[in-house]
């Protein structure tokens, strides 16, 4: 079946490092890709998007292309902030919409940034 | 609007007893989820409701589990009896499948932490 595969965490950077976060992914069809952000003690939300190949979603700094060939959709950010603290889920839609298609979340990766 | 709302935030009981979890969604969003979070297993979809309906409860883990929508905007999830491998966080989350095409913006409530003992 479709899965989402992360890179294992945590992660801990400086402030104003890069990130990349790497995800991949498997689906017989094609998928929309998502990245959710958890902050402590909250529910997920959604981060970015990108709904068809070479799609590039972005969102607070954040960008991540959606790759067909390599079935890769990494989380980057040119410079993190210690409130960019939190676990990040990549995930993806399974496109059965007909009958309410459903999200597959990868395991998630914690991200620690010290000031 | 105040978001998907979850009771309680918190729930500490001891193997055996009934638990009851619950879940307002969005005003207006169609669709229903809860999801379980753990360590060893990360975020597992348990069962989705769209117009109040089970559409795939594929990942509740034994029968000891269940879910109802009685309406649109309440849900429960029971266990009965619990036991301590129940412990996790528990999420409800809601969607517009009409508006946010194949449920691909999902709003989660907060959560509630579960502890049996």
């Known amino acids: 079946g479709d899965s989402v595969t992360q890179m294992e965490g945590p992660v801990t950077l400086s402030e104003e490092a890069f990130l990349t976060i790497n995800c991949t992914y498997t689906?017989?069809?094609?998928?929309?890709l998502f990245w959710y952000v958890q902050y402590p003690g909250e529910g997920l939300q959604l981060l970015l998007k990108?709904?068809?190949?070479?799609d590039k979603g972005s969102n607070k700094g954040f960008e991540a292309t959606y790759r067909k060939e390599t079935t890769s959709f990494h989380l980057e950010k040119g410079s993190v902030q210690v409130s960019d603290s939190a676990v990040y889920f990549c995930?993806?839609?399974?496109?059965?919409?007909?009958?309410?298609?459903?999200?597959?979340f990868g395991q998630g990766t914690e991200l620690s940034v010290k000031p | 609007d105040a978001g998907v709302i979850q009771s309680p935030r918190h729930e500490v009981t001891e193997m055996g007893q009934e638990v009851t979890l619950r879940c307002k969604p969005i005003?207006?969003?169609?669709?229903l989820f809860w999801y379980r979070q753990t360590m060893m297993r990360g975020l597992e979809l348990l069962i989705y409701?769209?117009?109040?309906?089970?559409?795939?409860d594929s990942g509740m883990p034994e029968d000891r589990f269940s879910a109802k929508m009685p309406n649109a905007s309440f849900s429960t999830l029971k266990i009965q009896p619990s036991e301590p491998r129940d412990s996790a966080v528990y999420f409800c989350?809601?969607?517009?499948?009409?508006?946010?095409?194949?449920?691909?913006?999902?709003?989660f409530g907060s959560g509630t932490q579960l502890s049996v003992l």
């Open positions: 989350a809601s969607s517009d499948s009409a508006r946010d095409r194949g449920h691909e913006k999902l709003f």
């Open positions: 689906a017989t069809g094609y998928p929309s």
């Open positions: 990108a709904t068809k190949a070479d």
């Open positions: 995930a993806l839609s399974d496109g059965i919409y007909n009958q309410g298609g459903k999200l597959i």
């Open positions: 005003s207006g969003h169609n669709s």
């Open positions: 409701f769209n117009n109040n309906v089970p559409i795939d």
